[in-house]
C-alpha cells in the first residue's frame, strides 16, 4: 500500500500534467509573505481572467515541467512558488499579476513560458501593458471601417453636389421660362 504522500505527490503531478497540456501559457509565482486572504483575493481574480492557481511541492513541478519538455522554465521554480495557468488569454492574466503586484510588496513575479518562448518579468510586464483582446479587434474595425466610411461620405459629398447642380439648373430654366 502506497504512503499517502506519495499518493499526492502523484496526484499533483498528473494535476500539473494536465494543466500544461490544458493552457498555452503558465506564470510563476513567489507567494511567500502573502496573507491567506491575499492569497484567495489574487485567487479570485485570476478566476475572472480564467486562470487556475496551483501550488505544488517544488521537486514534483520540476519533474512534471522536464517530462513535459519545458526544462528552461526549472530556473523559475524555486522557494515557495506557484504556478498559474492561463486558460484563454495570457494578456489578461498577466494585467492581473501586474495590478496584484502594486498592491503587495511581497508578491514576486517569477517567469512565465508562452506559447514555445519563456517570459521574464519584464516580458510579463510588457505583456500586462499591451490592450485586451477585445481593444484589438475594436481598433482593428475601427481601422478597416475608416476607409470604407471615407469613401461614402466621398460619394455621398459628389451626389449632393450633383442634386444641388441639377436644382439650380431647374430654377434657371424656371427663370427663363417666366420670363
Known amino acids: 500500500m502506497k504512503k499517502i504522500g506519495l499518493i499526492v505527490k502523484e496526484v499533483s503531478e498528473a494535476r ?4 500544461l497540456k490544458g493552457s498555452n501559457s503558465f506564470f510563476v ?27 505544488v511541492k ?9 517530462n513535459a519538455g519545458m526544462e528552461n522554465a526549472v530556473k523559475y521554480i524555486d522557494g515557495p512558488c506557484g504556478i498559474i495557468f492561463a486558460k484563454d488569454e495570457p494578456v489578461d492574466v498577466s494585467k492581473v499579476l501586474y495590478n496584484f503586484l502594486k498592491d503587495h510588496e511581497k508578491f514576486q513575479l517569477g517567469g512565465g513560458f508562452l ?6 518579468k519584464k516580458d510579463i510586464e510588457a505583456l500586462a501593458k499591451l490592450p485586451s483582446k477585445q481593444a484589438l ?3 482593428l474595425v475601427v481601422a478597416l471601417n475608416a476607409p470604407i466610411s ?30
Open 16 to 19: 500539473l500534467k494536465n494543466s
Open 58 to 66: 517544488n521537486a514534483v513541478a520540476r519533474r512534471a515541467l522536464k
Open 115 to 120: 506559447k514555445d518562448q519563456i517570459l521574464e
Open 29 to 55: 509565482v513567489k507567494y511567500s509573505g502573502l496573507s491567506s486572504p491575499d492569497i484567495t483575493a489574487l485567487r479570485l481574480s485570476l478566476k475572472g481572467s480564467q486562470a487556475d492557481f496551483f501550488v
Open 150 to 179: 471615407k469613401f461614402v461620405r466621398a460619394l455621398n459629398g459628389t451626389l449632393s453636389k450633383f442634386v444641388i447642380c441639377l436644382d439650380q439648373i431647374k430654377e434657371k430654366k424656371s427663370k427663363e421660362g417666366g420670363k
Open 137 to 139: 479587434r475594436q481598433q
